[in-house]
C-alpha cells in the first residue's frame, strides 16, 4: 500500500531565504508525482507534475525533484516571499489511474516579512 | 481560477441526513474525480468519472455514490451522514490526454 509522508508538518522561515520540502512515498512504482498548493479553505493548485522518466521540473522560483529509487521528491522555493505562504502537498500516481492519486498531508509554509 | 466550480460552498447537515454536492467540470474535460479532506489532511480519493461511468474507487463505503452527466458536470451524494463525514469535499477534472487535474474551491460539509 503506497504511502505518502511530509516532513516537517510546518515550516516557518523568513522573507527571502531558499527552503526545501520533503516528501517520501513507499511504493518506487509510480506513474507521476505532482506538487500542490492549498491556501487555507481553499482548493489545490497544481504547481508541478513529474513523469516517472524525469529527474526535475522547473516554473519560475520553483524547482521539483524525483528520486524513483529513494522514494523521494524535494520542492525547493528560492527567495522567498510572504505570498508563497500556504500549505503545499505532494501526491503520487499509480500506473493503473493518474486521477487516483495518494497525498501526503501535507507541510504548512509561513514566510515571516 | 482553475474554471472548476462546486456547489455549495458551505453546508451543514446532521447525522443520517443526506447531502448531494455538485461539481462543473472546465469545459472539455471528460474525467472528474472526487476527493475528501479532512482538516490537517491530505486529499483522500473517493472515486472517479469517465464518460458517465464510475471507473475507480477508493476506499469508501457504497452510501458514497456519484453521477457524471453528458455536459460533464457530476454530483456526489453521501446517504446515512456520520459526524466523521464533515470534511472539505473537492472535486478535480482533466482530459485524458493530460495527467494534470484541476480542482474546484471544494465544499465544506460540517455534519452535528
Known amino acids: 500500500k503506497q504511502e505518502v509522508t511530509q516532513i516537517p508538518a510546518a515550516l516557518s522561515v523568513p522573507e527571502g531565504e531558499n527552503l526545501v520540502l520533503n516528501c517520501s512515498f513507499t511504493d518506487s512504482a509510480i506513474y507521476n508525482l505532482q506538487w500542490f498548493r492549498q491556501d487555507p479553505g481553499k482548493g489545490l493548485t497544481s504547481l508541478l507534475l513529474?513523469?516517472?522518466?524525469?529527474r526535475e521540473q522547473t516554473s519560475g522560483r520553483l524547482n521539483a525533484s524525483l528520486d524513483k529509487s529513494s522514494g523521494r521528491s524535494t520542492l525547493y522555493i528560492a527567495a522567498s516571499q510572504p505570498g508563497d505562504s500556504a500549505t503545499y502537498l505532494c501526491?503520487?500516481?499509480?500506473?493503473?489511474?493518474?486521477?487516483?492519486?495518494?497525498f501526503g498531508s501535507g507541510t504548512r509554509l509561513s514566510i515571516r516579512p | 481560477e482553475t474554471g472548476v466550480t462546486q456547489s455549495p460552498t458551505h453546508l451543514i447537515k446532521t447525522r443520517g441526513q443526506q447531502v448531494t454536492l455538485r461539481c462543473s467540470s472546465q469545459s472539455g474535460h471528460n474525467t472528474v474525480s472526487w476527493y475528501q479532506q479532512a482538516l490537517g489532511q491530505g486529499p483522500q480519493f473517493i472515486f472517479q468519472y469517465y464518460r458517465e461511468e464510475e471507473n475507480g474507487r477508493g476506499n469508501f463505503p457504497p452510501r458514497f455514490s456519484g453521477l457524471q452527466f453528458p455536459n460533464y458536470s457530476s454530483e456526489l451524494n453521501v446517504n446515512a451522514l456520520e459526524l466523521d463525514d464533515s470534511a472539505l469535499y473537492l472535486c478535480?477534472?482533466?482530459?485524458?490526454?493530460?495527467?494534470?487535474?484541476?480542482f474546484g474551491p471544494g465544499t465544506r460539509l460540517t455534519v452535528l
Open positions: 513529474i513523469q516517472s522518466s524525469q
Open positions: 501526491a503520487v500516481a499509480r500506473y493503473s489511474s493518474a486521477s487516483k492519486i495518494i
Open positions: 478535480a477534472s482533466r482530459t485524458t490526454s493530460t495527467d494534470t487535474q484541476y
